[in-house]
């Protein structure tokens, strides 16, 4: 419970669903610990850009115009990408036509902002560590009604 909380104060949520709770812009998180567990879980946090989910990089597109743009392919087809340049507003993205390129570099620096997690305490980054590698709070069924995301505590 207390690493769900540090989850959501750190606002993971925004980009990570762990069973359920929270958006899809990161990979889902319920299973992670099958990827990274203990400290390469924590390095994963304090440094995303130590291994990088393929799925998930960030690329860099020179345009013919000498133009740039980074960010996440959220979609693609045969004539152009459209690409987040920044995840915390994943609303706002540019579109890439494939005639455009000149060249395009997949990115050695994550999409994941790096230091999100200094708002928290160590004691609540270890909770949250446990949190993830638990699979995410499961909250029992008679508790959902109730539950909400007002964020007091
Ligand atoms: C702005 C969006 C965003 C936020 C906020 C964010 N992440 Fe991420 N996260 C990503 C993206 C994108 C990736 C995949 C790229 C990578 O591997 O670096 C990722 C990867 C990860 C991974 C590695 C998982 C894997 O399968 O590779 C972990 C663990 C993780 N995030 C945990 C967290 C935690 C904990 C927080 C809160 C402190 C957080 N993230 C906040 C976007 C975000």
Redesign the pocket.
Known sequence: MKGMQA?VK???N???VVAGHGIN???E?TD?AK??KGEK?VQ??LD??S???KK??NHQFVLKSGKLVAG?IVQESAAEFKVVTN??NPNAFVRVNRKEIEEQIPSKI????NG??NVLTKAEILD?VSF?EFGGYKLPAHLKHSHDHSGND
């Open positions: 989850f750190a606002r993971c925004q980009c990570h812009l990161g990979p998180l992670v990827r990274f879980l994963q946090i995303p850009s291994e990088i989910n998930f990089q996440v995840l915390l994550s999409a994941m902002p999100l997690a949250m993830l």
